[in-house]
């Protein structure tokens, strides 16, 4: 008889068990949404490990127990809770990212994507089929419209992009010198989180938040408090950036691009163009999607889908940046690969020397 000890061998997984955690992967989206909107992972931080009955009668979680009890249960399987033996659910370091006051919070983007967006992605075969933007197809008008016509949408998605674009505005503080340029037009800024980052880092520097009027009380409303010689420097623009930008040595355009078609994104760039001064900077910061036959950047290439979603926009490979950018008028100098959520990576360009 042989007693030795056999190696064990490790089964790969079947293509039906890849494929089925796959598609299953829309009900964990839905289920973290869920209890992140019910701000469990915040409940959970804040008082330590909870029962379903201490979270739903003493916290106020607004769901009934045992239904409670369950998803916590599927969650927890997956990493995001430690389930105790005694019924009590704490958090874990997944779940920390998903609490309000995480450096690195998911909490809103997370929120987002399980209300409205769930909605929009239940129509992605009817925008592949025909192409109509699906907020369009379910609301009735763009995804712009809606927000601007839902207060609560509205902040919702600004909070979203701002915790989205924490890394993404880290990326340009780290990478972008500044230290030459007097002033900076931030296209599309929103709530003006970048610009207030410049003007802080930079003493000298001029900043413009360029977006559509109605969002300028909520920019208003992120500069209050803000130190004077930040205030003086930093300057809000409800505008039109396809009719036209503020001048500025260097335009900076940050998760904007992708939401447009080529045409345009060609009226924004040659807009900065023309009223770019000096030795001017572009600087676009959305992903690039790896060439074909490339199977890697997940992330960024399901953002693409999601453009085709919410329809007219798209993500490029950097031969579409480069072409874009040489129609416009620019040179394409430098591709710097960030560490966000999606992929993204700062694409700047300059007026070439013939130009300048």
């Not at 931080?45 to 029962?51: E, I, M, R, V, W």
């Not at 399987?77 to 659910?89: C, Q, T, V």
């Not at 419209?145 to 505005?169: Q, V």
């Not at 060609?266 to 992903?287: E, F, H, P």
Request: charged content about 20%.
């Amino acid at each position: 008889m042989n007693d030795r000890t056999q190696p064990t061998t490790t089964k790969a997984p079947q293509p039906t068990d890849v494929v089925m955690q796959m598609v299953m992967g829309a009900w964990v989206s839905q289920s973290i949404s869920t209890l992140t909107r019910l701000d469990v992972p915040d409940r959970l931080k804040d008082h330590g490990p909870q029962s379903v009955e201490e979270l739903t009668q003493t916290l106020s979680v607004d769901a009934k127990p045992e239904f409670l009890e369950r998803l916590l249960r599927a969650c927890s399987s997956i990493g995001l809770f430690n389930e105790g033996a005694d019924g009590r659910f704490g958090i874990t370091p997944l779940s920390e990212v998903l609490t309000s006051d995480s450096p690195v919070s998911l909490k809103k983007l997370t929120e987002v994507f399980g209300a409205s967006w769930w909605q929009l992605w239940g129509g992605l075969e009817d925008a592949l089929r025909t192409g109509q933007s699906q907020p369009i197809a379910l609301f009735g008008m763009n995804y712009w419209e809606y927000c601007l016509s839902n207060p609560k949408e509205m902040a919702d998605f600004a909070a979203a992009m701002k915790a989205n674009s924490l890394n993404s505005m880290r990326g340009v503080l780290e990478h972008c010198d500044f230290s030459q340029i007097k002033k900076v037009v931030d296209v599309g800024g929103g709530a003006g989180h970048l610009a207030i980052a410049l003007v802080k880092q930079y003493p000298h520097l001029q900043a413009v938040v360029l977006d559509l009027p109605e969002l300028m009380p909520i920019a208003q409303q992120q500069i209050q408090g803000e130190d004077e010689n930040i205030t003086q420097r930093l300057k809000l623009v409800g505008g039109d950036m396809f009719q036209a930008v503020p001048e500025a040595d260097v335009y900076i355009l940050k998760h904007i691009m992708h939401d447009w078609d080529d045409a345009q994104c060609l009226q924004i760039l040659k807009n900065c163009r023309q009223s770019m001064t000096g030795d001017g900077r572009l600087l676009c910061v959305d992903a690039v999607l790896p060439p074909m036959g490339n199977t890697q950047g997940t992330p960024a290439k399901f953002l693409d889908v999601d453009m085709i979603v919410f329809g007219g926009g798209k993500e490029r490979t950097e031969e579409q940046w480069r072409e874009l950018y040489a129609t416009a008028g620019f040179e394409l100098i430098a591709i710097t690969p960030l560490q966000d959520n999606f992929g993204t990576s700062i694409v700047e360009g300059k007026k070439p020397e013939h130009q300048a």
